[in-house]
């Protein structure tokens, strides 16, 4: 399977006439593979895209194409579509951000302030009453047990990416990998299919009054999934994020009816960006 990572999007740089360009930059990845084309503002329509993308293929299209800005998403995708490619809409486009990074350098002449990795993010909902199970809790799990404890059992709801798995971030099979429990007792198969939906990315700790968990999902999306100001939950918080560090950012999410260990509604294994 051929798979490329792409950002379609204006840069701070303009034409002769003084118009905006935008800038489409693809990569496999592995990032050994680019190809980047700029364009006036007025000319960045879906056809455009279109010819640069067979151009980069170069008779070889890809078969998915993974992108990170809300903004290049439906270009991407309305262009991909005529070409029969999937689109995947994804915060983990790790080639991709490294090669804006690294592009970013050649825009300092132009003098204006420039993140290219930069995205406007709303602030954090509150996750919807109806949805929301009975309790929850902190727990770990060695990360040497986790794909024998999850991989194999009958979840109706499981998301456990290969590039996430410990083994494949090099985690020693004793690391303790933090995760969140969520005990949704009726609600618990309606809660894990709307996780689902809201495709979760990370779960984390925000220092405040009142402290919570904020769940970064989709692209931009943001959610309040718990607030506390009890001491030892603020406590066990810290060392959740603290146990994150040491797991090279893996975390996971689980939801289950109660805590009877018996029965799973969904499992996430998450990394935050």
Partial sequence: M??????????????????????LLVCDLTGSFTYQALCPQSQAI????????????????????????????????????????????TRH????????LEKAQNYSQSGEAYNPLALDKPPPTPLPENLWGEEWRFATLPAGDIEEAFAERPIPILEMPEFLRPINLGLASTVAVPGVVIYG??????????????????LNYIVGEPAGLVLEAGLVDRWIVATFED???????????????????????????????????????????
């Fill in 185 to 202: 007792g009726r609600q618990s198969m309606r809660l894990a299919r709307w996780l689902q939906e809201a495709r979760p990315v990370s």
């Fill in 2 to 23: 051929i798979v490329w990572q792409a950002d379609f999007y204006r840069r701070p740089l303009r034409d002769t006439s003084g118009e905006v360009l935008w800038e």
């Fill in 93 to 100: 486009t790790d080639a991709l951000k490294q090669l804006l």
């Fill in 46 to 89: 879906a056809k455009w895209l279109v010819s640069q993308l067979l151009k980069a293929a170069g008779g070889n299209l890809p078969n998915v194409i993974q992108v990170f800005r809300p903004q290049s998403l439906s270009l991407i995708e309305a262009a991909a579509q005529q070409l029969g490619i999937r689109v995947e809409a």
């Fill in 231 to 273: 001491k030892e939950v603020a406590a066990a918080a810290q060392t959740y994020e603290s146990r994150k560090q040491m797991s090279s950012g893996l975390h996971f999410l689980l939801v289950q009816p109660d805590d009877s260990g018996m029965t799973y509604s969904g499992f996430w294994l998450l990394q935050g960006q």
